[in-house]
């Protein structure tokens, strides 16, 4: 499975972006796919994920009610909706999928493939 991030960029504090993640290869059998993001000097972390068959997802408390995920299993593709940007959003934002059954969304060790990380850099 090959991950493609897009749709990073610079923005004002309290804008929005859309990150984009499409998959190719053998997307057979992807259990969930995930978002994480890894600001300079600091550890990757956890910030949505989504089952790839099921309506269900899960945030980290530090996005939620601000980002949203979603997908389109017709393009193998995943979306990361973020608003109210902060400048503590900041970060190299990592699309992840896995094929392992079990729900642990925000284990990054669970995840089988990784994407290239698109910059994301939120001005106060």
């Known amino acids: 499975v090959q991950l493609q991030a897009s749709g990073g960029g610079l923005v004002q504090a309290g804008g929005s972006l859309r990150l984009s993640c499409a998959a190719s290869?053998?997307?057979?059998?992807?259990?969930?796919m995930g978002w994480f993001r890894q600001a300079p000097g600091k550890e990757r972390e956890f910030a949505a994920a989504?089952?790839?068959?099921?309506?269900?997802?899960s945030y980290a408390d530090s996005v939620k009610d601000r980002f949203a995920i979603s997908r389109d299993n017709a393009k193998n593709t995943v979306y990361l909706q973020m608003n109210s940007l902060k400048p503590e959003d900041t970060a190299v934002y990592y699309c992840?999928?896995?094929?392992?059954?079990?729900?642990?969304?925000?284990?990054?060790?669970?995840?089988?493939?990784w994407g290239q990380g698109t910059q994301v850099t939120v001005s106060s």
């Open positions: 989504i089952r790839w068959n099921v309506d269900s997802t």
């Open positions: 992840a999928a896995s094929r392992r059954s079990g729900w642990f969304p925000s284990n990054k060790l669970r995840y089988d493939y």
């Open positions: 290869g053998r997307t057979f059998g992807i259990y969930a």
